[in-house]
């Protein structure tokens, strides 16, 4: 026959006090007074009575923190630190961690960061630009037991959700508002174009195929930074570096541009640095034009024209995206788990600044 278990009360019965102050006795509660006496009653008739305090109960809701995991492939461009405040503000609001990968392009990063995935048991992941292409099976896989939202190229084939931006479109904004203006030598500064980074190269496809269309492709300069800058880990003032370095250059080649466009908002920060360091007027000698619309191109003495794409709104619905598949898994409305793809885009929009304007002269 089993053994009765002793409780709290037949310790308190044995010593001849209450339960409670057994309970506080036992579970030294030093805020709660008793005689010396006492405490020793309760303590012997516990030891003599084999007593094994019970274990407590962990609530299974508490034994797993609610973390979600965001991959970064740089945090030195304001781009990203505006997405991550999207990501952020509303994973705060639903009572959401953030545990932040920066890969820095780096493809062994990023593949230590997804083989810790297992280990971290994130409850979603968020990518804020494309995977690498080598991990998309492993993503995919990945996005069977876990929701994934990428925040990518709209170009891009994936099985996945994502909050998507057409970069072509973006391209051809910043070139339709150059050629309205009249300009027809134009140069496009940018970081490397390589295979890794499609939605640079589709941002630059965007801006030729309107001055194609106009017959002017050959009149547009592209100048792309060396492969050798996704390779490196990148400083606060990388991008920025890009910009600033290949306008010099250009200057010094003495090409007749009217108008020169940063791929984003920092590498046009740079380009603005290079002329006027080199006494050109902006935009009275030369027109710059940038993307994104961070924070520093509102600034009044920047004032650069650039693109909207509303960057904030698309880290919160991203976030928005995990917690209804979340939800959705919880929900048990039937048997069979609904499968469900979401896809999010915003219409970017020209902001019209002080950088830009009509051409000195017009050909």
């Known amino acids: 026959m089993k053994k009765k278990k002793v409780t709290s009360t037949d310790i308190a019965r044995a010593a001849g006090v209450s339960q409670s ?3 506080m006795i036992l579970n030294q509660k030093y805020n709660v007074s008793f005689s010396k006496e006492t405490v020793e009653k309760v303590e012997r008739a ?22 979600l995991v965001v991959f970064c492939s740089n945090l030195t461009n304001p781009y990203y630190v505006m997405l991550l405040q999207g990501i952020e503000s509303r994973a705060k609001e639903a009572g ?9 392009r780096d493809l062994k990063m990023e593949e230590r960061y997804l083989r810790m995935m297992p280990e971290i048991s994130p409850l979603g992941i968020i ?5 690498s292409r080598c991990y998309m099976d492993t993503i995919e896989k990945l996005s069977e037991k876990i929701p994934i939202v990428i925040v990518n190229n709209q170009n891009e084939q994936l099985n996945v959700d994502a909050v998507e931006l057409d970069n072509s479109k973006l391209g051809r904004l910043m070139a339709r508002h150059l050629l309205e203006l009249g300009h027809r030598d134009v140069a496009y500064i940018a970081p490397p174009l390589t295979i890794r980074q499609k939605q640079r190269s589709k941002r630059v496809e965007g801006f030729l195929k309107e001055f194609d269309k106009q017959g002017l492709k050959d009149r547009v300069i592209i100048k792309a930074a060396g492969e050798e ?23 010094a080649e003495k090409r007749d541009v009217t108008a020169i466009v940063g791929l984003n908002d920092m590498i046009a920060f740079g380009i603005l640095d290079a002329l006027h360091d080199e006494k050109y007027k902006v935009p009275g000698d030369i027109s ?20 909207e794409h509303f960057v904030v709104f698309k880290g919160r619905d991203a976030c928005d995206i995990i917690m209804k598949k979340i939800t959705t898994q919880n929900a048990g409305y039937s048997e069979i788990e609904p499968v ?4 999010v885009e915003y219409e970017p929009r020209l902001i019209v600044r002080g950088t830009t304007s009509y051409p000195k002269k017009i050909n």
Not at 46 to 67: D, F, G, H, T
Not at 96 to 104: E, P
Not at 127 to 131: K, L, R
Not at 244 to 250: A, G, P, R, S, V
């Open 21 to 23: 102050a057994v309970s």
């Open 46 to 67: 516990a030891k003599e009575m084999n007593y094994q305090p019970p274990k407590r109960k962990i609530k299974k809701e508490n034994r797993r923190e609610k973390l």
């Open 96 to 104: 959401y961690g953030l545990f932040i990968c920066n890969t820095q």
């Open 127 to 131: 990518y804020t630009c494309n995977p």
């Open 229 to 251: 800058m996704d390779q490196n880990v990148p400083n606060i003032d990388s991008e920025y570096k890009i910009g600033y370095d290949l306008t010099k250059e250009l200057l």
């Open 288 to 307: 710059v034009m940038g993307c994104d619309n961070t924070l520093f191109a509102r600034i009044h003495k920047v004032s650069l024209t650039t693109i």
């Open 340 to 343: 469900s793809t979401y896809h």
